[in-house]
């Protein structure tokens, strides 16, 4: 059996590819990491692989707006090819900096009125950067990441996570269509962990296949029991982190794929 294969996408600013890759790699999957011009250059680069990851980070800096940039060049230079590599079966995964590039790119929610996209993630509502933990509930649907999961913490850190879209029809017509996948949920105490101000408490969501998935929150930051901060005398230091679920799931279906 062919094992699953991994691209971490590279640019500018980015910064979170090496730990999205070990997290793949502990999985039990392959990764390459490639940076967006040599992919740009040789799109047929992807057909040697099964997912697609856009990690966290400040690509180009954030100039203009969060991810704007990358997502223009994704779309204008990588566009049919990312069209081509979602048809036959890959799947995509945008984590924090890459949520904000894949609703930019339409592919989570693309829009059929005038060009216009139906959802983005503006600057929080606090005005601030935001660094914390969060309590998350998993609604998985179809969502392939999301298998086996329903309660469980991850960590935040952006300035630009609040989802929010066009009008209200549009949030309507993506939560009935089952793409609101993943929401921030209440703490121990009983109080709302929502870090940005997102509509609805959104903190991930999928495309309609399932198959496609953006979220604010780091899985790559929790995949050992270790890297949460309170672990001492609360978590086995031998347990796998939540995050570490994320992986494993997609590594599983590109597995059933490939057998």
């Known amino acids: 059996m062919l094992s699953p294969r991994a691209l971490i996408l590279r640019g500018p600013g980015t910064n979170c590819d090496q730990e999205t890759a070990y997290a793949f790699e502990r999985a039990g999957g392959h990764t390459k990491r490639i940076h967006v011009q040599a992919l740009a250059q040789s799109p047929s680069l992807l057909d040697d692989f099964q997912i697609f990851c856009i990690p966290g980070g400040f690509s180009y800096g954030d100039d203009i707006a969060s991810g704007r940039i990358l997502a223009l060049e994704l779309t204008v230079r990588l566009g049919d090819t990312l069209r081509r590599f979602h048809e036959r079966g890959g799947l995509v995964l945008g984590i924090c900096n890459g949520f904000q590039v894949l609703l930019q790119t339409g592919l989570l929610a693309p829009d059929c009125r005038?060009?216009?996209?139906?959802?983005?993630?503006?600057?929080?509502?606090?005005?601030?950067?935001?660094?914390?933990?969060?309590?998350?509930?998993?609604?998985?649907?179809?969502?392939?990441?999301?298998?086996?999961?329903?309660?469980?913490?991850?960590?935040?850190?952006?300035?630009?996570?609040?989802?929010?879209?066009?009008?209200?029809?549009?949030?309507?017509?993506?939560d009935a269509g089952g793409q609101f996948v993943l929401r921030y949920a209440n703490n121990r105490d009983g109080q709302q962990t929502n870090p940005n101000g997102s509509e609805q408490n959104i903190a991930g969501m999928c495309d309609a296949t399932g198959r496609i998935f953006g979220l604010m929150p780091h899985p790559e930051r929790f995949i050992e029991a270790t890297q949460h901060p309170a672990w001492a005398g609360r978590l086995d230091p031998h347990a796998d982190g939540a995050g570490l679920t994320f992986f494993r799931n997609a590594l599983r279906v590109i597995g059933k794929d490939l057998g």
């Open 114 to 174: 005038s060009g216009h996209r139906t959802a983005t993630l503006a600057r929080n509502a606090s005005g601030r950067f935001v660094d914390c933990w969060v309590q998350l509930q998993a609604i998985p649907g179809n969502c392939v990441f999301l298998r086996g999961l329903e309660h469980f913490e991850l960590p935040v850190a952006h300035a630009e996570g609040r989802f929010t879209t066009a009008d209200k029809t549009s949030l309507q017509q993506l």
